[in-house]
Nanobody, 127 residues
Framework: EVQLQASGGGLVQAGGSLRLSCTAS????????IGWFRQAPGKEREGVSC????????YYAESVKGRFTISSDNAKKTVYLQMHSLKPEDTAVYYC????????????????????WGKGTLVTVSS
């Protein structure tokens, strides 16, 4: 059974940092794309960042480029999202997701159609 456990959310002031963790089980870690998505109140869910574990390629949403970094620890089967320079508009529930599809039309597969989802972790950035 595929399981994705997200953690690390919390309350932080604008300009601060947080690191989210997504611990995976039930599938071959290196064969999947694993990523982070977020949904703010009243808004659609959006892709934040994904990593293709098979070749290390990554995707970042324009809104987080230069501030967020995705990484992984194979031994711990964990994917991290390091978030710096947080803004109030980063406030959202962050979800971890995974899929065995790696590319779609030449782009890293990182979208709402991901096959497996974990429960979210809330990130609140105060101004």
């Amino acid at each position: 059974e595929v399981q994705l456990q997200a953690s690390g959310g919390g309350l932080v002031q604008a300009g601060g940092s947080l690191r989210l963790s997504c611990t995976a089980s039930g599938f071959t870690f290196d064969d999947y794309v694993i990523g982070w998505f977020r949904q703010a109140p009243g808004k659609e869910r959006e892709g934040v960042s994904c990593i293709n574990k098979s070749d290390g390629s990554t995707y970042y949403a324009e809104s987080v480029k230069g501030r967020f970094t995705i990484s992984s620890d194979n031994a711990k089967k964990t994917v991290y999202l390091q978030m710096h320079s947080l803004k109030p508009e980063d406030t959202a529930v962050y979800y971890c997701a995974a899929d065995s599809r790696r590319y779609l039309s030449g782009r890293l597969y990182c979208n709402g159609g991901m096959g497996y989802w974990g429960k979210g972790t809330l990130v609140t950035v105060s101004s």
